[in-house]
């Protein structure tokens, strides 16, 4: 089976423009989640996307958004980007269990996004 | 408090064992996990834990659940060079179900030959 794919896997916009972030998950996964990874947060959680709606939603700015397609892809939209944007977003899918419970997340490589 | 805490760094020699500790916060935590990240790449599952259980045991890796202190570690036999890498302990601290992991910083684990 085919991993998490994520696109593009780097990107260099300048401040003030916007970006758009694409996750394709593991065939079958229904669950996406997307995560910030910076040196000085670490790892944070953005939001959660599970049959094409949000379910959970981080400590964040609405500049930061998401959507989930029929086919379970998903894409990140950041507006107005700052500088301190700049980070590596992750993408996690998993299987949605009964109830729609996610289960074990498995991660993309990741699109490095740097903000000048 | 949020924080879910890992010491920063370990060195060991290859061959030896490595244990990597972290502490989390949430007991009512279902899932416990460890993933792995090498440079430039994403996050790699190593293995999980559910929190009724006290150990749980997959080839070189060893995970260890003291629930009452809060407390999980990965024991690495047999540590080669290949190991070295950033590693990652995270709660499923979700009473939703939606699956929002919480990370610590991460322990950077260095192997010399």
């Known amino acids: 089976k085919a991993g998490v794919t994520q696109t593009p896997r780097y990107l260099i916009k300048t401040r003030g423009q916007q970006v758009t972030l694409s996750c394709s998950p593991i065939?079958?996964?229904?669950?996406v989640s997307w995560y910030q990874q910076t040196p000085g947060q670490g790892l944070q959680f953005l939001f959660e996307?599970?049959?094409?709606?949000?379910?959970n939603k981080g400590n964040f700015p609405g500049r930061f958004s998401g959507r989930q397609f029929s086919n379970s892809r998903s894409e990140m939209n950041v507006s107005t980007l700052e500088l301190g944007d700049s980070a590596l977003y992750l993408c996690?899918?998993?299987?949605?269990?009964?109830?729609?419970?996610?289960?074990?997340?498995?991660f993309g490589p990741g699109t490095r996004l740097t903000v000048l | 408090g949020e924080d879910v805490e890992q010491s920063l760094f370990l060195s060991v020699r290859e061959g030896d064992s490595s244990v990597i500790n972290c502490t989390y916060t949430?007991?009512?935590?279902?899932?416990l996990y460890w993933y792995k990240q090498e440079p430039g790449a994403g996050l790699q599952l190593l293995t999980y834990?559910?929190?009724?259980?006290d150990m749980k045991q997959d080839q070189r890796l060893t995970v260890l659940l003291n629930k009452k202190d809060k407390h999980l570690s990965l024991r690495i036999a047999d540590t080669q060079t290949g190991d070295s890498a950033i590693y990652f302990c995270?709660?499923?601290?979700?009473?939703?179900?939606?699956?929002?992991?919480?990370f610590g910083q991460g322990t950077t684990l260095q192997v010399k030959p």
């Open positions: 996690a899918s998993s299987l949605a269990l009964a109830g729609g419970r996610a289960d074990t997340q498995y």
């Open positions: 065939s079958g996964h229904r669950s």
């Open positions: 996307y599970f049959s094409e709606t949000q379910r």
């Open positions: 949430d007991s009512s935590s279902t899932y």
């Open positions: 834990i559910f929190s009724n259980m």
């Open positions: 995270a709660e499923d601290r979700d009473s939703s179900n939606t699956g929002k992991l919480i």
